[in-house]
């Protein structure tokens, strides 16, 4: 009787194992077991995208907003400014009466501003909760120079001094250009910088159906005589950020839109939330399969399961989805949806190999492409647009434009910098010393490899003879119904399970061709 119970639990075990290595398609001939998973994974996969494209369309506005703006503040302000920078700066000066000018230039235009900009700009507190413009020179402490007699007399330390214009004082400039404050005496003068702050709102949105948003530009202006060269450089810098608006009232379609995109936000938080939740499962119900099994095996056989069977039941694409399910709800909560699904598939798939190669090989490509629009458009002008950051990546893949790529990156965050670094760097050795050489590889190597497989087959591991001992999983497997049918894969042919690459069962080739669907 125990010998009986004995075998009714190895046959049951091996039933359970057969059923778990199965493919949705297969378990559903099985036992009829509708793919929930696959079903969802799909609509997850379309709406994430949705989703992603969306907020990708919405950085290129915001993009675009930010450097117009930067222009245009670049022409209010900057005198005789030519629309193309110098170098790593705006424009320079050469003579006093100039750099006297350009200064006076700059607060005088920030006092008209609301008369002169096309924008809706309006005035911005500092840091300081002050409106207006804060203007600072760096200077030698002291010294007497005498270039013609090679005379020199300095003292090497530097003293600041700043001075705050608000919009009162501004309206009378005999008072505040006759300080002293504004007479420089140029063989000391290490720098001069103007900075203040802009508010303003980005109506185009309202065009894409959208909530505008609220920004602050806080600019910078920097006249750098450090050199002492006879030549003055004039640095603009302007840092934009989002705020929420504090008071918006917007009728017809705009509001409508922005309830209709919570909405879909919310239900992508669902049905993320569902497929955590049943993957989760599957792995717990996978572990609780491998415990059964180490178990009857130590039993019957008095020795372990190699690890290399043990890491069968750990299915990675699980953990894959569960990790990117995670990361899209916290995205979606914070209204920040940057998520980079990067699918890596090896050499362990049936079917043909280059198609599959290619396939793989295209899903990260497009998962680089859409992270790099998402995070780095802002920072860098080949990552703007979609298309021009597909061009980019192909034009580094053959080699081309790597220094200009790797230089253009705007250095204002030390984080974009570093991630901009991993990002390029991982993506050149990714595709040129694996990708390339793996595709060239399986070119030249694909019929021997075949052949070699298709002579020897594989060889076969302890989990893979205790699977043998059932019965064929045609077994399993009734007619379904035509539109499923129609929906999962084709039943392969038993020649076919050798056409593959690497050393892998036929219960595991069936499982990975699965996941792939998913």
């Known amino acids: 009787m ?30 009829h077991q509708i793919p929930w998973k696959l079903g969802l994974q799909i609509l997850k996969i379309v709406m994430v995208t949705t989703q992603l494209v969306r907020f990708g369309l919405s950085n290129q506005l915001v993009v675009a907003f930010k450097e117009e703006n930067t222009v245009a503040f670049k022409y209010l302000f900057l005198k005789g400014y030519s629309g193309v920078d110098e ?37 911005g507190e500092n840091e300081e909760h002050k409106i207006g413009l804060k203007v600072c020179k760096q200077y030698y402490k002291k010294g007497t120079m005498f270039p013609a007699n090679e005379t020199l007399n ?19 400039p ?44 806080q600019n910078t202006i920097i006249f ?12 603009f810098d302007s840092d934009a950020h989002i705020e929420e608006c504090k008071e918006l009232n917007i009728s017809g379609s705009v509001q409508k839109n922005t309830q209709y995109v919570l909405v879909f936000d919310a239900f992508v938080i669902v049905i993320c939330s569902a497929s955590l939740i049943l993957c989760t499962r599957s792995i717990v119900l996978a572990l609780s399969l491998r415990k059964r ?158 052949k070699k497989y298709q002579q020897n087959g594989f060889p076969e591991t302890d989990l893979q003879e205790f699977l043998k001992g059932c019965s064929s999983r045609e077994e399993y497997r009734e007619e379904s119904s035509a539109f499923l049918s129609c929906i999962c894969c084709l039943r392969r042919k038993g020649s076919d399970d050798h056409l593959i690459l690497t050393n892998q069962n036929s219960a595991k080739d069936n499982q990975v061709s699965g996941l792939l669907i998913q």
């Not at 006093?96 to 235009?109: G, L, P, R």
């Not at 300095?154 to 501004?170: K, R, V, Y």
């Not at 990067?342 to 280059?354: C, G, W």
């Not at 901009?420 to 190597?445: K, Q």
């Open 154 to 172: 300095i003292d090497s330390d530097i003293e600041t001094d700043c001075t705050h214009l608000d919009l009162q004082a501004l309206a009378s």
């Open 293 to 450: 099994f180490l178990s009857f095996f130590l039993e019957k056989y008095k020795r372990r399961v190699c690890d290399a069977d043990q890491w069968e039941f750990i299915n990675g694409w699980y953990v894959l989805v569960i990790i990117s399910d995670l990361m899209t709800i916290i995205g979606s909560i914070l209204k920040m949806e940057i998520k980079v699904k990067v699918l890596i598939l090896t050499m362990q798939a049936s079917l043909p190999k280059v198609l599959r190669f290619c396939a793989c090989a295209g899903m990260i490509y497009l998962g680089y492409t859409f992270c790099g629009w998402i995070v780095l458009g802002p920072y860098h002008n080949k990552f703007v647009a979609l298309n021009t950051v597909s061009e980019c990546l192909f034009s580094l893949v053959n080699g081309d434009d790597m220094f200009a790529t790797f230089a253009q990156i705007q250095q204002k965050s030390i984080m974009v910098w570093l991630f901009s670094r991993l990002y390029l760097y991982s993506f050149i050795s990714l595709f040129i010393y694996m990708i390339l050489s793996l595709f060239i590889a399986l070119i030249t190597d694909s019929y021997d490899t075949i």
């Open 174 to 217: 005999r008072d505040w250009k006759n300080t002293s404050f504004f007479t420089l005496e140029f063989y000391r003068l290490l720098q001069v910088e103007i900075s203040f702050h802009l508010k303003g709102i980005d109506l185009q949105t309202i065009l894409s159906r959208e909530s505008p948003d609220c920004y602050i530009f």
């Open 2 to 31: 125990a010998h009986l119970d004995s075998e009714v639990k190895e046959e049951c075990l091996r039933e359970d194992l057969k059923f778990y290595f199965m493919n949705p398609c297969e378990k559903y001939r099985a036992r």
């Open 87 to 123: 170098d790593n700066y705006s424009c320079s000066v050469y003579t006093q009466e100039d750099a006297y000018e350009s200064i006076f230039y700059v607060i005088n235009q920030y006092h008209r501003l609301k008369n002169i900009s096309l924008g809706t700009i309006g005035y």
């Open 224 to 235: 750098d005589n450090k050199a002492h060269s006879g030549k003055i450089k004039i640095y």
